[in-house]
T-cell receptor, first 115, second 113 residues
């Protein structure tokens, strides 16, 4: 049963600390998306990669957020330093080339709380 | 104005009711329209996918697109408690899972037994 995995599932940290979230896309999927979900803003696209190359990171605060794909099986989203306004659920999603429709497969999310 | 507007609800209905969920959008370049369902503390999952205008039916679910009005709908017939979830509309200019989607904020639906 192929699925996107994310770690950690929950993270509580203090303001100013570094936070790293990890995502393992479904094997064979060549596009990886990072989203942030809050009650106020809904689901917002932060960045996405195709074949490990960054395509668009315009949704990401550049001064504190960074996203990378060190290899095809791992995507990371880092926040340094974290702030209380970063508290949200962060989702990773992956998609395969030529997949039917526009389906993206979402992971379970990382619930981040910054105190 | 956001590209996609969706009434966040919440919406509460009795079991067996017909549910209507809607989104409006401003970008006429959108051609592909999706509905995702998100259960509590889970990631969204694709429920329905339509291209351009028209209707698409899948069991108790019907997706409707009116491009002239920039309006899409999802109808749920004979709603069940298991349909209780947040429903997000999503749109794209191009086809393909690797294309960027724009999501609505989601409508939270509760179906009461």
């Amino acid at each position: 049963d192929a699925r996107v995995t994310q770690t950690p599932r929950d993270k509580v940290t203090e303001m100013g600390q570094e936070v790293t979230m990890r995502c393992q896309p479904i094997l064979g999927h060549n596009t990886v998306f990072w989203y942030r979900q809050t009650m106020m803003q809904g689901l917002e696209l932060l960045a996405y990669f195709r074949n490990r190359a960054p395509l668009d990171d315009s949704g990401m605060p550049k001064d504190r957020f960074s996203a990378e794909m060190p290899d095809a099986t791992l995507a990371t989203l880092k926040i340094q330093p974290s702030e209380p306004r970063d508290s949200a659920v962060y989702f990773c999603a992956s998609a395969r080339p030529g997949g039917p429709g526009n389906e993206q497969f979402f992971g379970p999310g990382t619930r981040l709380t910054v105190l | 104005q956001k590209e996609v507007e969706q009434d966040p609800g919440p919406l509460s209905v009795p079991e067996g009711a017909i549910v209507s969920l809607n989104c409006t959008y401003s970008n006429s370049a959108f051609q592909y329209f999706m509905w995702y369902r998100q259960y509590s503390r889970k990631g969204p999952e694709l429920l329905m996918y339509t291209y351009s205008s028209g209707n698409k039916e899948d069991g108790r679910f019907t997706a409707q697109v009116d491009k002239s009005s920039k309006y899409i709908s999802l109808f749920i017939r004979d709603s069940q408690p298991s349909d209780s979830a947040t429903y997000l509309c999503a749109m794209s200019r191009f086809q393909g899972g690797s294309e960027k989607l724009v999501f609505g904020k989601g409508t939270k639906l509760t179906v009461n037994p």
